[in-house]
């Protein structure tokens, strides 16, 4: 294995309209458009690339205006996209409806990235998958192909990241086996879920998913921070307060965060708090990506949250 990180999962073109006044229902709203490339692996992997990590992403593309959109931003990130799956359906789109004040009216999105992706497709790709020693994936995969990737990463001995993305696509991966799986990555209520019942303590609960063969659990707990729980222990660090601009994309950017932190051989505390200033940096922005972004403003921002 000569190559670091792959990506693999949905990334899509994110479309919200901000309505000017307070959204009325059955009528046409005045509004102004914001476009990005947005999706859980398409935030993740470019945040890598600004990070200057040189990632991969196998992720879906259409033939269309909305596919050349995401592919010009890919490579200003420095993100290489070459072994995606292109597809002659629409490419996967995200759209919100927005009250002025940023508060969600309603979404609705198109992705085709669980019918693409499949265990066919991963398969006649396995030469380039296994060149890499991480491998990050997102729950907008079907279950056979999150299931061909974990037992494929076990075989390969690569180290699996799992983003569980929601508490509903968090579900599919209860009914899978788990073992050989690196690290998950869930939210509080997300970890409900992969332990089966949320009547446990937060311990019991991640010792669940522990047992089936997971070595890390990592939990984010927003204002709280988050805790690093392995078999053997646990390292919780928290968060400054701060005044959150948009909450969106701040998981994905700690997961970014905290893997330039391990290409850069840090230990797990430094790596974390690279997570968690990232995280702090998109909070304080409108998207979910800060293009801003480089190896040395992120230090020097680490230095300033963390006191060093």
Known sequence: MNKKV?????????????????????TSNPAQKRSSVGGVIGNIAQHLGLLQCK????????????????????????????????????????????????????????????????PIFLASNSNYIQTFEYIIIDTNLSKEAIQWIINFSRTHHQKLIIEPVSVLKAEKLTSLNLDGVFMITPNEEELKVLAHQDNLSETQQTQKIL????EIVWVRKGASGSV?????????????????????????????????????????????????????????????????????????????????
């Not at 919200?16 to 059955?26: N, S």
């Not at 047992?211 to 997971?214: E, N, T």
């Not at 660090?237 to 330039?260: C, H, K, Q, R, Y």
């Not at 940096?281 to 949250?305: C, H, R, S």
Request: one cysteine or more; proline letters at 2%; hydrophobic letters at 40%.
């Open 6 to 26: 792959l990506c693999i999962g949905a990334t899509l073109l994110d479309e919200l309209y901000f309505c000017e006044q307070k959204c009325l229902w059955y």
């Open 55 to 118: 990632p991969s992403l196998i992720t879906t593309l259409g033939k269309d205006s909305d596919a050349k959109f995401i592919t010009e931003k890919l490579t200003e990130s420095n993100v290489d996209y070459g072994n995606s799956c292109l597809t002659d359906d629409s490419t996967g789109k995200y759209v919100s409806i927005l009250n002025p004040d940023g508060n969600l009216v309603i979404a609705v999105c198109q992705d085709t990235s669980e019918k693409s992706i499949n």
């Open 211 to 214: 047992a089936q063969g997971v």
């Open 228 to 308: 690093f729980y392995q078999k053997s222990d646990a390292i919780a660090l928290g968060v400054p307060e701060i005044n959150i601009v948009d909450s969106t994309g701040a998981g994905d950017a700690a997961l970014a965060g905290w893997m330039f932190g391990v290409i850069q051989k840090q230990q797990i505390q430094k790596a974390l708090q690279l997570a968690h200033t990232l995280a702090i940096e998109v909070l304080q922005i409108n998207g979910a990506v800060n293009y801003d972004i480089t190896p040395e403003i992120l230090i020097e921002k680490n230095k300033k949250y963390y006191n060093e």
